[in-house]
């Protein structure tokens, strides 16, 4: 079961609607529909809310460090809370996978997203959750800096709404790592996104 879920992102205002910011923006979408509030927490590096399923205390986290440091507000919050690493869901960009699909993983092997690696590192473990939200790639690998600091278009933030929506119509299947009914539901977002896409101006 997952009791802690993490949007890896830059900390700061300015970086609010930056593609590389899509697991925060998640994060503060979800607390928003479910009148979820975070408090600061200075000490464990991070802003934390929570809210309960059945019985259970599930926590959210933005990291309050630049995005090649979230493993150490992750670190700091899961020994805090006493969150055992099969019990963590990380949401982060992807820029492999087209813009508003998404993918559900567990183990990382290769990946070139420098949160997901210092997580890794930090936590000296790589069997962790993850849902993987795609923004597209710019093309040229010498403008994927600029692509991941640059803010997201309207249209891009339309689409990122929908894909948000239904990884939040499915939070229960996540939560209690349900393979089969998150692959049906995975499937049937991928199928339509571009059908919404095709729509969204």
């Not at 479910?34 to 990291?63: E, M």
């Not at 403008?143 to 249209?155: A, G, H, P, R």
Request: hydrophobic share 40%; proline share 2%.
């Amino acid at each position: 079961m997952i009791k802690l879920i993490i949007g890896l992102s830059n900390y700061g205002l300015p970086y609010k609607n930056n593609r590389h910011n899509v697991g925060a923006k998640f994060i503060c979408t979800f607390a928003r529909y479910n009148n979820l509030i975070f408090k600061k927490d200075v000490k464990l590096f991070s802003y934390i809310s929570k809210f309960k399923i059945d019985n259970y205390n599930v926590y959210l986290l933005l990291p309050m460090t630049y995005i090649n440091m979230n493993g150490k507000s992750l670190l700091a919050v899961a020994n805090f809370y006493d969150i055992k690493i099969n019990e963590i869901l990380i949401i982060h960009d992807e820029l492999d996978l087209p813009l508003g699909k998404i993918r559900f993983k567990q183990k990382i092997n290769n990946t070139s997203h420098n949160g997901v690696k210092n997580v890794v590192l930090t936590l000296n473990n790589n069997n962790l959750y993850r849902i993987k939200i795609g923004i597209g790639h710019p093309g040229n690998k010498n403008k994927v800096i600029n692509f991941l600091l640059s803010d997201m278009s309207n249209k891009e933030l339309k689409i990122m709404k929908y894909t948000f929506n239904s990884i939040i119509k499915n939070i229960r299947h996540i939560i209690y790592l349900d393979k089969c009914n998150i692959s049906k539901f995975i499937f049937k977002h991928n199928k339509l996104i571009q059908l919404t896409k095709n729509n969204i101006n």
